[in-house]
């Protein structure tokens, strides 16, 4: 069955980096757009960064594009996001994507806090 697996998440202080990682199966990865979003506690769910199927196009939020890098690796079926210059306001569960057409897929989520 369809799986997106997030994983990398955890506690990080301010001004630190952290690399999430997203497993896909179940589908063909490299058909897909794949993108990362975020939810923090109170809000809803913000595009972080999105990346397309065959890594070519790659986009982000304003307030992450010069912090954060998003890649994939459509051999390993991996999508990635790597996260530096963390800031407190980073701090929400942060979740895999993959569409293409009307198909849209998420993983569970993983938490990054970030804290002093």
């Known amino acids: 069955q369809v799986q997106l697996v997030e994983s990398g998440g955890g506690l990080v202080q301010p001004g630190g980096s952290l690399r999430l990682s997203c497993a896909a199966s179940?589908?063909?990865?490299?058909?897909?757009?794949t993108r990362w979003y975020r939810q923090a506690p109170g809000k809803e769910r913000e595009l972080v960064a999105g990346i397309s199927s065959h890594g070519g196009v790659t986009s982000y939020a304003d307030s992450m594009k010069d912090r954060f890098t998003i890649s994939r690796d459509n051999a390993k079926n991996t999508l990635s996001l790597q996260m530096n210059s963390l800031k407190f306001e980073d701090t929400a569960v942060y979740y895999c994507?993959?569409?293409?057409?009307?198909?849209?897929?998420w993983g569970q989520g993983t938490q990054v806090t970030v804290s002093s």
């Open positions: 179940g589908f063909t990865f490299n058909n897909y757009a």
């Open positions: 994507n993959a569409a293409r057409g009307g198909l849209n897929y």
